[in-house]
């Protein structure tokens, strides 16, 4: 079944229309082979008439879907007009061309308003490029089961300096019975977000398989193809059991860390996911990051001492902490076993003097409750929400959070 169909301007009035998912999708269709020709030939032209384009960036288009879905898939389709989906990526567009359209992007704002692009993975080597080449300009890469990454660009990024992490009295009691690791479980750990991460049932998760591979794959980039991106898995563990109770993976980018996704053993061991959190934030300071990007705004994450930076702020921010001597220069390594101890982490950290102002407090300080109440106040019913994709919006809270609700007690990521 075709699960996407997208389409996009070309030269003079010719309208292309493609499938998002790759040509497989369709092999169980009778008119499979003649369908996959005439993508393939679409998919030709376009990649010939780019440069008469004047909008490289993809649109539904109700009518073109419908044609195609008619004749490929005997009029099945399961496009709606309700679901408005991102814009999408072009398959064959030069990296050099993405750079320059992410950057006008970051000025300007997604074509149509929205926090979301979408690409279809279809060769993991080009796509870790693309990952690492969007991380640059501050995205945060998700995905979706069915082979399609969904770049986020938040309209207000939720940001804390790893130095003003707020480490509660009930977190601090429990500590020393768990310690931090970095990098020992990274197949576990996307094993266990996977098994305890989701929305509505078990395997409900937007870290496939192939998003996996793709965040493996940057490790193997050169240098220059990687532009200082690096992937790491976060691991807490009970000291007794030595079981793991709660993680995340997530990337560093120069002085920055971000946090894609995670899970904690809620029932086990209540409040495993909050000290993985303060004890990460803890040794992220200790490493010399200067940023932690924890993505959208969520309530705990501004009692842990986070702020919000608009858009453009938040880019600048990563772009100085990534090309900074001295900022960039930030490594994420795993403690010591003594130093993992997550009652050791928690011991404060100097503070650094550099203030970051926002739209609702400084970076550089503890935000008052005053600041807490304004920033949810800012953002309450806003664009994080509207710009996600309705055919989305049963995993809205999976998806935009990075974390589901179901077997997980806090959301960190999107």
Known sequence: ??????????????TFVIASHTLTTLERSPA????????????????????????AW??????????????????ESEYSEEEGYPPLIPAYVALAELDESLAEMVREGIPGGGEFLSWQISD????????????????LPMGEGAGLLLPKLHHQRCVLRPTQVHVGRKVRRHAGAFRLTVDRAWSQTCSLIQKHTFTQEPGDCWLSDQLIAVYEAVAQLSPEQRKGVAFHSVELWH???DRLVAGEIGYTCGGVYSSCTGFALKDDFPGAGILQLVALGCWLAK???????????????????????????????????RTTAGEKDAKLHSPSPADGIASNLLVPTATTTTTTT????????????????????????AESQKSRPRKHQTCAKHVASGFATVNFVFFVGQ
């Open 1 to 14: 079944m075709v699960s996407r169909l997208m389409t996009v301007a070309g030269g003079g009035d010719t």
């Open 32 to 55: 499979s082979a003649g369908c996959q020709d005439f993508i393939q030939g679409v998919l030709t032209l376009l990649k010939l008439d780019r440069r008469d384009s004047g909008d």
């Open 58 to 75: 993809m649109t539904p288009d109700r009518d073109a879907v419908e044609v195609l879905s008619d004749t490929c898939m005997s009029g």
């Open 124 to 139: 993991v080597p080009r796509a870790a490029e693309v990952v690492c080449l969007l991380i640059c300009h501050g995205f």
């Open 239 to 241: 000291a007794d059991s």
């Open 287 to 321: 490493c010399g990051f200067g940023l932690w990007d924890l993505g959208m705004e969520i309530a705990y994450k501004l009692e842990l001492g986070a702020v919000l930076l608009p858009r453009a702020e938040w880019s600048e921010q990563l772009q100085r902490l």
């Open 358 to 381: 926002t739209n609702t407090t400084t970076h550089g300080a503890q935000p008052t409750s005053r600041d807490l109440k304004r920033s949810r106040e800012e953002v309450q019913g």
